[in-house]
């Protein structure tokens, strides 16, 4: 009976003790390490060296490691279900081993076990190795710390980054170079190395696979690295260019710069990005930087806000020596298009700008614009002007909306109509062209198919196919578009011409305007009834009567004002420019596309440079049509990347490109006719 009383009062009371004990080790360990600076725990740690600890503590210090991930704060830690990330300082290491020697001092236990000595060794050994495959780790570049990952499995196992040969030429950067923007020298030093983002930041779609960050040690401009690919070098099984053949060489350069209101209308779109290189400060030099070392003759701009183009843009482009031109979209839209050109190498003949916003017209109720302009190029002193064509160029951003291609079409259609009205000659025929822009559709889409082979049949193809970017085959109702595709009113014919530069029409064949024929509704003639119509009471005997707000018949003159006549196909545009994409849209040495965009991480090519060339006659391959190079022929290009290369340097933008496209830019030489045979 005694013992049983015994029992039930001794039994919690050493439960009680025991949890009493936890606590007050517990609440030493945090006060002490807390209060303790780095160098005392040095101190401490640098006597404890060489000295055991129990099997009971290191446990403790596991179980701690194990719940540290929860007491550290949200930035420090980012736990998951397959991983768990903490970061640790050096002191954080030496303080877990100053609490093992505290708790040993207390416990005063004369048996120790080598099993913590040997940990300690084994953790010290880890951290210079370098990180394993099998080790997830995730890079955050702290001011004081370093980053270990922990696996769950193994709360032990600390990988800690290590330096390579690279961090010598990171030190050997001046201390004026240093105190400069990054966003400039990122673009200056090609020796310097542009550092990730603190946090690297999920995307923003769940399931997504998200670009993992860099190594700190690894350069930007390594891993985003673009070669200069020169095709003059290169023999053409088409054609063989003499190499005496005198060129006017010049560069062009395409490229879509991310407005900067559009970024925070969609924020959701740049998860992925640390903020501060989404900011306009941090992106404009980088931008100008980058434009200022390719150094083309010709730049065509994409997405430019219009307070940045007057206010900051322009003025720089001027004292880089480029004209510049502008327009912005209609509507309450804050961007727009700008091309522009050295003065030294061009001067303008003709500016046209387009807007494709037409009211009333559901096919073209849309706010974007384009440019085009036709530049005479500028020879030395003691040549004639005229020993070189005049070259049009062109710039345009197509509508995005992937279920809209048939607007994407009829703005397509407007801008080759106005191409085809400024470059063709007396002779019919056409002065050499370059057609730039972001089209927001994908390499051998219907609508790049119908630039590049200068017909498309589109009759019942359903709108969302035409650009390509995304596939809804599977949604109960799309848009189907049907011949005619835009009203006659509009002035352009299906071979994307204007209704003047049409051929005369026939003179057997009438047209008269929607007025004049008017007038005739309600004439006598009209309303009485045929002869031979069935006499029917109440249906066929009642003769029409006038509405109230019907014009009285006027006498019967001819029509003052006949509309043209406008030739339409059946469901078939065309166009005569012959024109063909710089870029192959692969990469052969890495087998993988070429990409010049990553929308939500995801790797595309929307972005293009088409330029004039001869067809092949009856060269088809697949329903592609061939090109050699005419008078205007393409001597290099910047080669693109792949997407793999951009989901190493988590996408687009980053600290080294300020954008969310990458820039196309292009070699070419126009033939100066009275030097052909010197």
């Known amino acids: 009976m005694i013992g049983t009383v015994l029992c039930y009062v001794l039994l919690p009371a050493a439960r009680l003790l025991r949890a009493l004990r936890d606590a007050f080790f517990t609440c030493r360990k945090n006060v002490f390490l807390a209060k303790s600076t780095s160098t005392q725990i040095e101190d401490v740690f640098a006597a404890s060296r060489g000295r055991s600890v129990p099997e009971e503590q290191e446990a403790l210090l596991q179980e701690w490691l194990e719940e540290g991930a929860g007491d550290l704060p949200a930035s420090e830690s980012a736990p998951s279900v397959a991983k768990v990330s903490v970061t640790l300082t050096s002191d954080w290491i030496e303080g877990s081993e100053l609490l093992m020697t505290s708790l040993s001092d207390l416990n005063s236990a004369p048996e120790v076990t080598q099993y913590a000595g040997e940990h300690l060794t084994e953790l010290h050994a880890l951290a210079s190795l ?120 010049f560069r062009v350069m395409s490229y879509n710069i991310l407005a900067q209101d559009l970024v925070e209308q969609s924020l959701d779109l740049y998860l992925h990005c640390h903020p501060n290189i989404l900011n306009w400060n941090y992106r404009l030099p980088n931008l100008l930087q980058e434009i200022q070392h390719w150094d083309p003759d010709v730049l065509c701009l994409q997405e430019v806000q219009e307070n940045h183009y007057w206010e900051q843009l322009e003025p720089t482009f001027k004292g880089m020596g480029f004209t510049c031109f502008y327009k912005r979209r209609t509507g309450k839209k804050t961007d727009g298009c700008a091309v522009c050109y050295k003065h030294s190498r061009f001067q303008l003949i003709s500016f046209s700008p387009i807007e494709y916003f037409r009211p009333g017209l559901d096919i073209l109720n849309r706010d974007n614009v384009g440019l085009v302009l036709l530049l005479q190029p500028v020879l030395p002193e003691g040549l004639d002007p005229k020993a070189v064509s005049p070259l049009c160029v062109a710039n345009t951003h197509v509508l995005f909306n992937p279920r809209r291609g048939d607007i994407k079409l009829a703005q397509m259609a407007l801008l080759l109509a106005e191409i085809d009205k400024i470059a063709k000659t007396t002779e019919g025929s056409y002065y050499p062209v370059i057609l730039c822009g972001d089209l927001n559709s994908v390499p051998d889409s219907p609508l ?179 090109y050699q190079d005419g008078a205007l022929k393409l001597l290099g290009r910047l080669s693109l990347l792949s997407e793999d290369v951009l989901l190493m340097a988590n996408g687009l933008p980053n600290p080294f490109c300020s954008s969310d496209h990458l820039c196309l830019l292009a070699s070419f030489g126009l033939e100066i006719a009275s030097l052909r045979e010197g």
């Open 448 to 626: 790049y198919k119908f630039i590049r082979n200068g017909e498309l049949s589109y009759h019942g193809m359903p709108a969302w196919k035409v650009s390509g970017q995304e596939d809804f085959s599977q949604q109960s109702y799309s848009r189907r578009m049907l011949a005619p595709l835009w009203p006659s009113s509009l002035g352009v014919t299906d071979n994307c011409q204007y209704v003047t530069f049409c051929q005369p029409k026939k003179q057997d064949r009438r047209k008269y305007s929607r007025d004049f024929l008017l007038q005739f509704h309600y004439c006598d003639l009209a309303c009485e009834r045929p002869a031979h119509l069935v006499l029917l009471e109440g249906v066929t005997d009642a003769k029409p009567d006038r509405p109230p707000h019907w014009p009285k018949p006027a006498a019967m003159v001819k029509d003052p004002d006949p509309q043209p006549f406008v030739p339409r196909s059946s469901g078939i545009i065309q166009h005569g420019l012959n024109l063909t994409s710089v870029y192959s849209h692969f990469l052969p040495q890495r087998g993988r596309p070429e990409v010049t965009t990553m929308p939500m991480g995801l790797g595309t090519t929307v972005d293009y440079i088409f330029y004039s060339a001869e067809p092949v006659e009856n060269r088809n391959r697949g329903g592609r049509r061939l």
């Open 130 to 249: 370098e990180p394993q495959d099998h080790t997830v780790t995730e890079l955050a570049e702290l001011p004081t710390e370093e980053t270990v990952a922990v696996a769950g499995s193994a709360p032990s196992a600390a990988v800690v980054p290590q330096r390579d040969h690279q961090t010598a030429s990171c030190a050997a950067v001046s201390v004026e170079l240093q105190n400069e923007d990054p966003a400039v020298l990122a673009w200056s030093l090609v020796c310097d190395e542009e550092m990730v983002p603190k946090e690297p930041y999920a995307w923003p779609i769940q399931d997504m696979v998200q670009c993992s960050s860099l190594p700190t040690e690894v350069p930007y401009h390594e891993v985003l690295w673009r070669d200069w690919e020169d095709l003059s070098a290169k023999p053409c099984e088409l054609e063989q260019v003499s190499k005496n053949t005198p060129l006017f060489e």
